[in-house]
Every structure is written in structure tokens, then in C-alpha cells.
């Protein structure tokens, strides 16, 4: 069964760097086979698609284009997990974020959501 | 990549069927067969119901159903049940600007 388990702050502070880690359980980040997303969540904005991360012989990574500028996704293979960098956070960066599993078109596997709040 | 449509809000009585729309464009939902629904409780993650259009996940019970016609999605909820109060949204592959393309989402009340 696999899972993943979010950790990072609550609070950011505006022009600050937004940082989250997606821990994974009963799956590898670097599997062939699926990639590594995340996900945020406001009353604003909706579900918004944010990025991902895979592996396929090498790494790869794609960023929606609304967060392109200010997002970077890394993963790593020694804990077996990824992470999520948004730099220059403001106020309408408040969302819920999740990580999530994509296997063929399909987000099959989600953390357990983190709220963040930007505010100083 | 604009979001998919769907109504705000759908209801039914226990036993009644429900049936929610997601409506895309010939660049995701017309282009392809990876549409997904999800059931979303409040203050939880999503949780996958349907992909590819109309394939059910182990476990999930077959009142849940998903059909795609053109540019448009839909899933059928029948036989109602309390524990399906929640809200459902639609994710589509988009290739076209950003990968994933998600619905507006519908709040499915019970009555």
C-alpha cells in the first residue's frame, strides 16, 4: 500500500521560499512508472496542478506555467521522498498543498494535505 | 490551460441517482481518455472514484460510473447514500500548456 506523508510549516512569511517534503511508503521515487506531483488547493483558485517529478533513466521535471518562474521540485533517493520549492511566496499563495502519485493519467495516491498560510 | 466546468451543486434523495458534468475542450477531454473523478470529504485529500473515463479502482462500489461523450465527462452516482455528501471533481490530461486541467468541482448534498 502505498502512502505519503507531508511535512513542512504552516507559515510563510510573504517574499519568502515555501518549502514542503512528500515522504513516500510502498512505492520508489524513482520508479519507471509513475510520477510525483504536486497539487494545491484555495477557495480562490480551486485544484491547481503545480508540477511533478519522474524518473526515466534520468530526472525530469515539469512546472505548470502559472508557477514556472518560482517553483522548483526535487526529489531524493537516499530518503525516498520529494519536495516542493516556491520562492517568493505572497498572500495568494495561501492554499492547501498536496503531493501526489500519477499512474497513467490517474492521481492514485494523496498525502494528507498541508495547510500554509503566507502572511508576516 | 482553463479549468473544467462543472455545476456548483447536485442533490438527490437516499436511493436517487445524481449525475455531474465536466466539460473541457478538444484539447483535453476530447483528446483523450485520461479523465478521472474524485470524492473529496471536508478536510481530507481526494480520493480517486473513476479513471480513464469509466474504470473503477478496487474498492470503490459500482454505483459510481463515469461515460464521455465529445468534450464532456460525467459521472453517475446511483442509489444514493448519506456518505456520499461530498464534493467531486473532474482531472483531465491536458497536453497542451499545463499537464493536468481540474474541474471547478460539484458539492453533492443528500437530501
Known amino acids: 500500500q502505498v502512502q505519503l506523508q507531508q511535512s513542512g510549516p504552516g507559515l510563510v512569511k510573504p517574499s519568502e521560499t515555501l518549502s514542503l517534503t512528500c515522504a513516500i511508503s510502498?512505492?520508489?521515487?524513482?520508479?519507471?512508472?509513475?510520477?510525483w506531483n504536486w497539487i494545491r488547493q484555495s477557495p480562490s483558485r480551486g485544484l491547481e496542478w503545480l508540477g511533478r517529478?519522474?524518473?526515466?533513466?534520468?530526472?525530469?521535471?515539469t512546472y505548470a506555467e502559472s508557477v514556472k518562474s518560482r517553483v522548483t521540485i526535487k526529489s531524493d533517493t537516499s530518503k525516498n521522498q520529494f519536495s516542493l520549492h516556491l520562492d517568493s511566496v505572497t498572500p495568494e499563495d495561501t492554499a492547501v498543498y498536496f503531493c501526489?502519485?500519477?499512474?497513467?493519467?490517474?492521481?492514485?495516491?494523496w498525502g494528507q494535505g498541508t495547510l500554509v498560510t503566507v502572511s508576516s | 490551460q482553463s479549468a473544467l466546468t462543472q455545476p456548483p451543486s447536485a442533490s438527490g434523495s437516499p436511493g436517487q441517482s445524481v449525475t455531474i458534468s465536466c466539460t473541457g475542450t478538444?484539447?483535453?477531454?476530447?483528446?483523450?481518455?485520461?479523465v478521472s473523478w474524485y470524492q473529496q470529504h471536508p478536510g481530507k485529500a481526494p480520493k480517486v472514484l473513476i479513471y480513464?473515463?469509466?474504470k473503477r479502482p478496487s474498492g470503490v462500489p459500482d454505483r459510481f460510473s463515469g461515460s464521455k461523450s465529445g468534450n464532456t465527462a460525467s459521472l453517475t452516482v446511483s442509489g444514493l447514500q448519506a456518505e456520499d455528501e461530498a464534493d467531486y471533481y473532474c482531472?483531465?490530461?491536458?497536453?497542451?500548456?499545463?499537464?493536468?486541467?481540474f474541474g471547478t468541482g460539484t458539492k453533492v448534498t443528500v437530501l
Open positions: 501526489a502519485r500519477v499512474n497513467l493519467g490517474t492521481f492514485d495516491y
Open positions: 510502498g512505492d520508489s521515487v524513482s520508479s519507471n512508472s509513475v510520477t
Open positions: 517529478t519522474y524518473y526515466r533513466s534520468t530526472w525530469y521535471h
Open positions: 478538444s484539447g483535453d477531454i476530447g483528446d483523450y481518455n485520461y
Open positions: 480513464e473515463v469509466s
Open positions: 482531472i483531465a490530461y491536458a497536453v497542451i500548456s499545463t499537464l493536468y486541467v
